[in-house]
């Protein structure tokens, strides 16, 4: 039998229009009825239960490093669990997609990451997929940097991390207990989020990390995801017009700053089909 999973989903959001004062009912309500949810996290948490057991953690807190931090030291000190599967609360996933992506990440023993749009629908949340594809058992490809919406990281990926980071009391007057592992940065001259910042963190270990391929996601309902060769499929003729359009900028950008335009390696944004 696999071990349970750690599922974890930041709902700072739902906490805020719904008040402080009556979140902890709210939430109550919503484990209750996850498949019924208004939101995307609680939905694809209750698709994760139909894969295994998940020890569920809900971080309503504001600042995400932080809260993404705390929840690293909690499935690391707190449970047995041998994969965390992070959501954010605005992207979904069947049972499916999180059991390839928990499959691979169990075989690999790293990341596994969901590719999708951004909440712009002009760009993808990834840097830097490449072939060729790998089968883990199911299709990845290795990536650099990925957004942390839907991602699978084995214990031992986490383990490692931590190891080589500072930590900080998650509570005024509690232990060290929490490993700053999801940092913001600076890189090549951009600002970075936390997600790219363990990424980055992750590619000086020289720990591995995967997109998972032929896996639809939704993120703010837009439904995206890469095929077999690594290339964009959209869903809707206007949203992948509108990505379209976000890659050719970038790449003109990138074009003016290095007088040598390259075309964008992992996206074909003019193949459509619903998915």
Same mark, same amino acid.
């Given at each position: 039998?696999?071990?349970?999973?750690?599922?974890?989903?930041?709902?700072?959001?739902?906490? $805020?229009? !719904?008040?402080?004062?009556?979140?902890?009912?709210?939430?109550?309500?919503?484990?209750?009825?996850?498949?019924?949810?208004?939101?995307?996290?609680?939905?694809?948490?209750?698709?994760?239960?139909?894969?295994?057991?998940?020890?569920?953690?809900?971080?309503?807190? =504001?600042?995400?490093?932080?809260?993404?931090?705390?929840?690293?030291?909690?499935?690391?000190?707190?449970?047995?669990?041998?994969?965390?599967?992070?959501?954010?609360?605005?992207?979904?996933?069947?049972?499916? *997609?999180?059991? $390839?992506?928990?499959?691979?990440?169990?075989?690999?023993?790293?990341?596994?990451?969901?590719?999708?749009?951004?909440?712009?629908?002009?760009?993808? =949340?990834?840097? $830097? !997929?490449?072939?060729?594809?790998?089968?883990?058992?199911?299709?990845?490809?290795?990536?650099?940097?990925?957004?942390?919406?839907?991602?699978?990281?084995?214990?031992?990926?986490? =383990?490692?991390?931590? =190891?080589?980071?500072?930590?900080?009391?998650?509570?005024?007057?509690?232990?060290?207990?929490?490993?700053?592992?999801?940092?913001?940065? *600076?890189?090549?001259?951009?600002?970075?989020?936390?997600?790219?910042? !363990?990424?980055?963190?992750?590619?000086?270990?020289?720990?591995?990390?995967?997109?998972?391929?032929?896996?639809?996601?939704?993120?703010?309902?837009?439904?995206?995801?890469?095929?077999?060769?690594?290339?964009?499929?959209?869903?809707?003729?206007?949203?992948?017009? $509108?990505?379209?359009?976000?890659?050719?900028?970038?790449?003109?950008?990138?074009?003016?700053?290095?007088?040598?335009?390259?075309?964008?390696?992992?996206?074909?944004?003019?193949?459509?089909?619903?998915?």
């Amino acid at each position: 039998m696999s071990a349970p999973l750690f599922f974890s989903t930041f709902m700072y959001s739902a906490c $805020k229009v !719904v008040g402080a004062e009556h979140w902890q009912d709210v939430l109550a309500y919503e484990l209750g009825h996850l498949d019924n949810s208004g939101w995307h996290g609680f939905r694809t948490l209750g698709q994760a239960r139909r894969v295994g057991e998940c020890v569920a953690y809900v971080d309503a807190s =504001t600042y995400i490093d932080r809260a993404r931090c705390v929840a690293a030291g909690q499935f690391l000190r707190q449970t047995q669990c041998d994969v965390w599967l992070t959501c954010d609360d605005d992207v979904y996933a069947d049972r499916d *997609v999180i059991g $390839k992506l928990v499959d691979n990440c169990r075989v690999s023993r790293g990341l596994c990451a969901l590719p999708y749009m951004n909440r712009d629908g002009a760009s993808m =949340t990834f840097r $830097k !997929v490449t072939g060729p594809t790998v089968w883990q058992p199911h299709a990845a490809r290795i990536v650099d940097r990925v957004g942390m919406g839907l991602v699978a990281m084995h214990r031992d990926f986490v =383990t490692i991390l931590a =190891t080589h980071a500072p930590s900080f009391r998650s509570r005024e007057s509690g232990p060290v207990d929490s490993p700053f592992i999801f940092q913001n940065g *600076v890189e090549d001259g951009h600002f970075i989020g936390e997600d790219f910042g !363990v990424c980055a963190l992750a590619e000086r270990a020289n720990l591995p990390m995967h997109v998972l391929l032929d896996a639809p996601g939704q993120h703010m309902n837009l439904c995206a995801m890469l095929d077999l060769d690594g290339q964009v499929l959209v869903q809707g003729d206007a949203h992948a017009d $509108k990505l379209a359009r976000g890659v050719a900028d970038k790449n003109a950008a990138h074009a003016a700053q290095t007088l040598t335009p390259e075309p964008d390696p992992v996206t074909n944004p003019g193949r459509r089909r619903h998915v």
